[in-house]
């Protein structure tokens, strides 16, 4: 079976080899029509204004250029603390990707946990869920996770995430790259944030940020850090410190695997074993026995996943070893005070709804 770590490998250029040269061919000749289909759709909606429809309250999409995670979570989260904290109403908006019928998806089950009091509501259609999340749940503000691609709906603020760690999927299109889009979407945005930034140097981050300008130069540009905030288990927490020097085994079905393992890395732990799932994984009964295995066959002090992952399992251990996530928390590194003036103005005009 090829799997999503197959098919990071192969794109990224990491497996060599006659076969992987093969379908990096293959990949090529498919990332032509597809690139071309997206490109005519960006160009009907760009000149086509009618084609996106507004809303009556302000609508933030929080969305990325590329498959996989970069951050859109712990965003969602920054923003919603901001939103209450002005006595603001807002609603999440997003697709439901994996969904069971009448079940919400890890995601919405992550953020349900973290943020209680708000309302997430789940539909393909955006624009339905949009005019939903105002007469049902009397939004002030939407939030649209993960839908910079999806322009039916129209937004007041547009807010790109680039991972320092993969910035640029690879710099190809799906299906021969990670890209949704070739890279000139950017100009789209209004603010561009580099998530995980402090796990690469200055001048990296500049070569990105340069990058970015020549598309986007107008663009408000921040920098952020997912920062460790705990280790939060089923039915008790830990000091994320406590990972430091702990050997420990690790896994994830999330769009970065290498983004969740840089971070546990970041704190200090010793990983002596770690697996990665595909993106939105469903852990099925026999999953969770290979993981119990895998844990009896390695001396390790616990085992670590992340709070998308916890969400969907109900235990607390695997073979006797502890089971946490790790909680992390957007951090502000660079752009803080124009990033903060775009939301102070989307709160103003919320806070003016009748």
């Not at 927490?237 to 020097?245: A, C, P, T, V, Y």
């Not at 595909?278 to 085992?303: G, I, Q, Y």
């Not at 992340?306 to 399992?313: A, F, G, I, R, S």
């Amino acid at each position: 079976m090829f799997s999503s770590q197959d098919f990071r490998e192969v794109v990224s250029g990491k497996r060599k080899g006659p076969l992987a040269t093969l379908i990096r061919v293959g990949l090529s000749l498919a990332e032509i029509p597809y690139t071309f289909a997206v490109r005519i759709r960006n160009r009907h909606y760009d000149l086509v204004a009618t084609k996106s429809h507004r809303v009556s309250v302000p609508v933030i999409c929080i969305g990325n250029l590329t498959m996989g995670g970069t951050g859109k979570t712990p965003m969602v989260h920054f923003l919603a603390k901001l939103f209450q904290q002005r006595g603001i109403r807002m609603t999440i908006v997003s697709r439901g990707y994996r969904s069971a019928a009448d079940d919400r998806n890890d995601e919405a089950k992550e953020l349900s946990e973290k943020l209680p009091a708000v309302s997430h509501i789940q539909n393909p259609d955006r624009l339905a869920a949009a005019h939903q999340a105002i007469e049902k749940c009397n939004a002030q503000v939407i939030v649209l996770d993960d839908g910079f691609q999806h322009r039916r709906l129209a937004r007041d603020l547009d807010v790109v995430l680039i991972d320092a760690l993969e910035p640029f999927g690879f710099g190809r299109v799906f299906p021969r790259g990670m890209l949704r889009e070739p890279v000139e979407g950017l100009k789209r945005a209004q603010v561009v944030g580099l998530s995980r930034a402090n796990l690469i140097s200055t001048n990296q981050r500049a070569a990105i940020r340069q990058r970015v300008q020549k598309v986007s130069p107008d663009a408000c540009w921040i920098e952020l850090a997912h920062s460790p905030r705990e280790l939060k288990g089923r039915t008790s927490r830990r000091n994320f410190s406590d990972l430091k020097g702990r050997r420990i085994l690790a896994f994830c079905g999330i769009g970065n695997p290498v983004g969740f393992r840089s971070t546990l890395e970041s704190c200090g732990a010793i990983i002596v074993g770690f697996r990665e799932f595909p993106d939105h994984h469903a852990f099925s009964r026999d999953d969770v026995e290979a993981l119990r295995t895998w844990a009896k066959e390695n001396d390790s002090d616990m085992v670590v996943c992340t709070h998308k992952d916890l969400v969907k399992l109900d235990i607390d251990d695997l073979a006797e070893m502890p089971l946490f996530a790790l909680l992390v928390e957007l951090k502000l590194l660079k752009g803080r005070s124009q990033f903060i003036e775009h939301l102070e103005s989307i709160a103003q005009a919320a806070s003016s709804q009748p």
